[in-house]
């Protein structure tokens, strides 16, 4: 009954998986067969590439700031509509309905709302007598932009932590306030232990979102660089402007679609894939932090 | 109680790995084919079918279509399947990975020095038909081929000029325009106006690197600047490079970065009929032929004319030419139809008719020479402008390498930061920029 599942994971995860690890020892360009080159990719990687260093420091940014913050504003906006009582199905609804807009869409929207010269933005700042900045065109402001596109898509972190906050149970909160808990009492030793499971979860999910981080970068970069559309040739464009915007995956795929190579891409996500397991280690076991005393 | 067994210790483990990285290697494949020479004498009868892979998409592609139609009029039993709108990178990998594929058009810059070991060499088809590489314009002939072997041959190509607005000019009081840079930028500076805050209303030029075609490889032929020698990175000993990026940054500063930014942002699409040249926004453009159909179609009230793109004083380089750019198509050394694809190839690159025909509806420049002089083709003044520029000796192109436009791309990388101040010292600049192309020549040449 098992030789399915077993072939299944043969051939979609184990084959893959070592022939990425053998393809990031070689010199593969797509055009010739894969030459045995040892470590020298990797070498190439952490001593000679002049942009990956850009791009792992632009991930780690949206890992350590974009994962917490929109977690943070879930989290808090999740509270609040836990507490709304009237009218709640409808602004439920309403923070949650960014999250169903396609990601090119919202991306695509945001930079025009930020665009500096006709932006709706700017212009409003413009009537105050105030200068609006750059947004994406300024490789300072270019992350800070896109954090607001995440933040604002938030609805779907949002969603899972109202779930959990619906499920703490009531009487907890009820002893906690007969032994005379505020709320932030109540919040960090009833709430947050109660809904641990569904923040490491967040966390995980995040984490992994944020160091694959692909899509929204990429299209911001195009259609901030005045391009309405990815096509042939729009690669070029990625990390715009200044390479505050390429993401080590981007790169990647520069690597090994664009510059055809293979085997270099292969050896970057063989680093990728260290990097996530070994972040994903370090959370599951801090996470027994989270965890409730006698679980 | 029986004590628990242990699990069985994975001893053969190992054989499974070297199962699997075996499998690996042999599933990776990637025979290359070889380079089978052709028949003495061409084949009296032709038949079979040509599988065509070709990056033009929508109008451009139908034109493709209508000149391979007409080339099974020619060869009945020939019939050609097209697979259009593939971008480079994929008939690469479908070439590599033994796809079906028989003939393919690709890009001369970004791919050729990859995709070149895939394609048959045409040397000996052409000595046996007698197809001369003088029949081709320009430089077009010599970078169609890579590594010593002619892998393909030149279709259409792209010549980039520049474009003027008459009317903005005339109003500024010229009649002519620039031919060397320093005319470029006090011209464009004159041209430029402005709104009561201090914001641009309309640019005599946009320098920024980054906008439209604006790239290293385009600017770089305004001052004949040179990429490689014997091979390697020659940029950081170049000192054209350095008089070119020194203007540039300058020309920049006196408008302002940040102005130009703000104003650069809130343009049209350069593919719209909101493109900022065709608008009226901005003055003076560098572009390709290309624009002049676009302005037939969608800004046919505007009134521009087009000249070659000004030089550098003092670099060498000589007003008339342009960069060029151009397609190439070339034989799958692994086709089982070479002698086919190899008529379709020549037919598409030295049948005159054809020739003309392809530029004609695509709207690029022709590369044989016989077509370029055609009386056929249409070529509107402000596109003669572009044929004689393509057959200019100072027309140049980047060259073809194994890294493709991770060339270009990294000197564009370095331009950006440096045009707004970010990019540290000049001279130590583009000796990094050197350094990074050779190490990623090296990784590519790495044995």
Same mark, same amino acid.
């Given at each position: ?62 890992? %350590? ?42 991306? %695509? ?41 995440? %933040? ?101 795929? %520069? ?41 | ?154 279709? /259409? ?90 203007? !540039? !940054? ?55 004319? /087009? ?141």
């Amino acid at each position: 009954m098992t030789g399915p599942a077993l072939i299944g994971l043969v051939v979609f995860f184990l084959y893959p998986l070592c022939a990425n690890l053998f393809y990031s020892f070689t010199n593969y360009d797509l055009a010739s067969p894969p030459k045995w080159i040892g470590l020298r990719n990797y070498t190439y990687l952490f001593t000679q590439d002049p942009r990956v260093g850009k791009a792992a420091l632009n991930t780690l940014w949206f890992v %350590v700031i974009l994962v917490p913050v929109r977690m943070a504003c879930s989290l808090g906006i999740a509270l609040l509509l836990t507490r709304r009582k009237r009218a709640a199905g409808l602004w439920r609804t309403l923070f949650y309905l960014p999250a169903l807009v396609p990601p090119v869409a919202s991306v %695509v929207g945001f930079v025009f709302l930020f665009n500096p010269g006709a932006g709706p933005v700017n212009t409003l700042l413009r009537t105050f007598g105030l200068k609006g900045p750059l947004w994406f065109n300024d490789p300072a402001l270019s992350k800070p932009s896109l954090l607001l596109l995440g %933040v604002w898509m938030m609805g779907d972190i949002m969603v899972i932590f109202l779930a959990a906050l619906l499920d703490v149970p009531k009487d907890q909160y009820e002893a906690a306030e007969l032994d005379g808990a505020g709320s932030g009492s109540k919040f960090w030793y009833i709430t947050i232990p109660n809904i641990s499971p569904v923040v490491l979860f967040s966390a995980v999910t995040g984490v992994i979102a944020a160091l694959q981080y692909f899509t929204e970068a990429a299209v911001a970069s195009s259609v901030a660089n005045g391009k309405t559309g990815i096509d042939a040739g729009a690669d070029q464009l990625l990390g715009y402007p200044n390479d505050s915007l390429l993401t080590f995956t981007q790169w990647m795929y %520069v690597q090994g679609f664009s510059s055809f190579q293979l085997g270099y891409a292969a050896a970057m996500a063989v680093v990728l894939f260290v990097i996530a397991a070994a972040v994903m280690a370090v959370l599951l076991r801090k996470a027994g932090l989270f965890r409730q005393k006698g679980a | 109680m029986k004590a628990a067994k242990h699990p069985p210790r994975p001893r053969r483990g190992w054989r499974t790995g070297v199962c699997i990285a075996v499998g690996a290697l042999a599933l990776s494949g990637c025979a290359t084919g070889t380079d089978e020479p052709p028949s003495a004498a061409p084949p009296t009868h032709l038949s079979g079918t040509v599988q065509l892979w070709h990056h033009y998409s929508g109008r451009e592609a139908a034109v493709v279509q209508s000149v391979v139609d007409d080339f099974e009029k020619k060869y009945p039993d020939i019939s050609v399947d097209v697979h259009s709108a593939q971008q480079d990178t994929k008939i690469t990998q479908v070439v590599s990975s033994g796809g079906d594929v028989d003939a393919m058009i690709t890009n001369v810059n970004s791919t050729l020095g990859t995709a070149c070991k895939t394609m048959a060499d045409l040397a000996p088809y052409m000595k046996r038909d007698g197809v001369s590489l003088s029949d081709f314009q320009g430089i077009f002939a010599k970078a169609t081929a890579f590594g010593g072997r002619r892998c393909s041959l030149p279709t /259409t190509s792209d010549v980039y000029g520049l474009y003027f607005n008459k009317s903005l000019l005339a109003r500024a009081g010229y009649t002519e325009p620039p031919r060397t840079l320093q005319q470029l930028e006090d011209m464009a500076l004159k041209l430029t106006t402005y709104h009561k805050d201090g914001s641009i209303r309309t640019l005599g030029f946009n320098p920024l690197i980054g906008f439209q075609q604006n790239t290293s490889a385009t600017l770089g032929h305004a001052a004949k600047a040179g990429w490689t020698k014997d091979g390697d990175s020659a940029v950081g000993s170049s000192r054209q490079w350095r008089a070119l990026m020194s203007w !540039q !940054q300058k020309f920049v500063r006196k408008i302002g970065y940040n102005k130009l930014k703000t104003f650069t942002a809130g343009l049209g699409d350069e593919w719209s009929a909101d493109n900022a040249f065709q608008a009226g926004r901005i003055a003076m453009a560098l572009d390709g032929e290309w624009r002049v159909a676009f302005i037939q179609e969608q800004a046919k009230h505007l009134r521009y004319g /087009t000249a070659p793109f000004p030089a550098l004083a003092g670099s060498g380089q000589r007003y008339g030419g342009g960069f060029v750019s151009a397609a190439d198509i070339g034989v799958n050394k692994r086709s089982s139809h070479k002698e086919a694809a190899w008529a379709l190839v020549k037919y598409l690159t030295t049948d005159t008719p054809a020739a003309v025909k392809l530029a004609n509806g695509i709207k690029n420049i022709p590369t044989l020479k016989s077509a370029a002089t055609s009386p056929a083709l249409d070529a509107p003044a402000p596109y003669r402008t572009f044929i004689d520029a393509s057959k200019d000796p100072a027309s140049d192109t980047s060259p073809v390498t194994e890294i493709g436009s991770t060339l270009t791309a990294t000197m564009d990388d370095f331009w950006t930061g440096y045009q707004q101040g970010s990019g540290g010292g000049l001279a130590d600049g583009l000796k990094k920029v050197d350094e990074d192309i050779d190490n990623a020549l090296g990784l590519r040449r790495a044995k």
